[in-house]
C-alpha cells in the first residue's frame, strides 16, 4: 500500500492564480481531511470529508475547496491563491470510528508569492 | 469553540523521563490524541484516550482526565531519535483539532 500520497510536494504561486493539491489513499478509508501547517504552529483543519460526496468546513476554510467524488481522492482547490495560503498542506485519512488514527501524507509546501 | 495548550519546549537527556502536558476546554468530545512530527515530516500518531486513565504503547503513555481538562504524554528511555514536536488533539464530531505543539529537544 502506498498509503497517503499527496501532489505536488513543492509548488509557488503568484497571487492570484489557482491549483489543486492532490490526495489520494489506497486504504479505502472513509473520512478523509485537509490540514494546513505555518510555521512553528499547530495544524488546522481547513475542511474534511466522512465519505464520498460529503464534505463539510474546518477550522479555516475561507479560501478553499474540496470534493470527494471518489473514496480514494480528496482534491484542495484554492481559488485565487494569496500571501497568507503559504503554508505546509497535509491531507490525512482514517477509518471511521475506531481509535481515531488518521495517517498523514507527506505534505505540500507551498508558496504564494 | 475548542482550545489546547502545551508547553512551547521540553528538554531532557537520553535516557530521562519526560511528561508532555496538554490542557484543554471543550463542551465535549470523544477522546485526545498524540501526534509526533520530526522535522520537514508528516504527524505520525502516537496514541488516543477515549477513557479516562492511563494508555501504555512501548515507551510511550497516555493519560486523560476529563474532569481536570488534562492530559499528558510520558515518554519514558528517552533516545535521541525522540527528539520531535509532540501534539495533542481532541477528537469531536468527525473534526481533530490540534494543540499548538511541544517542541522536544533530547540531548546526549
Known amino acids: 500500500n502506498a498509503g497517503v500520497t499527496q501532489t505536488p510536494k513543492f509548488q509557488v504561486l503568484k497571487t492570484g492564480q489557482s491549483m489543486t493539491l492532490q490526495c489520494a489513499q489506497d486504504m479505502n478509508h472513509e473520512y478523509m481531511s485537509w490540514y494546513r501547517q505555518d510555521p512553528g504552529m499547530g495544524l488546522r483543519l481547513i475542511h474534511y470529508s466522512v465519505g464520498a460526496g460529503i464534505t463539510d468546513q474546518g477550522e479555516v476554510p475561507n479560501g478553499y475547496n474540496v470534493s470527494r467524488s471518489t473514496t480514494e481522492d480528496f482534491p484542495l482547490r484554492l481559488l485565487s491563491a494569496a500571501p497568507s495560503q503559504t503554508s505546509v498542506y497535509f491531507c490525512?485519512?482514517?477509518?471511521?470510528?475506531?481509535?481515531?488514527?488518521?495517517?498523514f501524507g507527506p505534505g505540500t509546501r507551498l508558496t504564494v508569492l | 469553540g475548542q482550545s489546547l495548550e502545551q508547553p512551547s519546549e521540553v528538554t531532557a537527556v537520553e535516557g530521562a523521563i519526560v511528561q508532555i502536558n496538554c490542557t484543554y476546554q471543550?463542551?465535549?468530545?470523544?477522546?485526545l490524541s498524540w501526534y509526533q512530527q520530526h522535522d520537514g515530516g508528516a504527524p505520525t500518531f502516537l496514541s488516543y484516550?477515549?477513557?479516562?486513565g492511563l494508555e501504555e504503547t512501548g515507551r510511550f503513555s497516555s493519560f486523560l482526565s476529563r474532569s481536570d481538562s488534562y492530559g499528558y504524554l510520558l515518554l519514558q528511555e528517552l533516545q535521541m531519535k525522540d527528539s520531535a514536536s509532540y501534539f495533542c488533539?481532541?477528537?469531536?464530531?468527525?473534526?481533530?483539532?490540534f494543540g499548538t505543539g511541544t517542541r522536544l529537544q533530547v540531548f546526549p
Open positions: 484516550n477515549a477513557l479516562d
Open positions: 488533539a481532541l477528537y469531536n464530531t468527525d473534526k481533530l483539532i
Open positions: 490525512a485519512s482514517k477509518t471511521s470510528g475506531g481509535a481515531n488514527e488518521q495517517f
Open positions: 471543550t463542551s465535549g468530545f470523544y477522546g
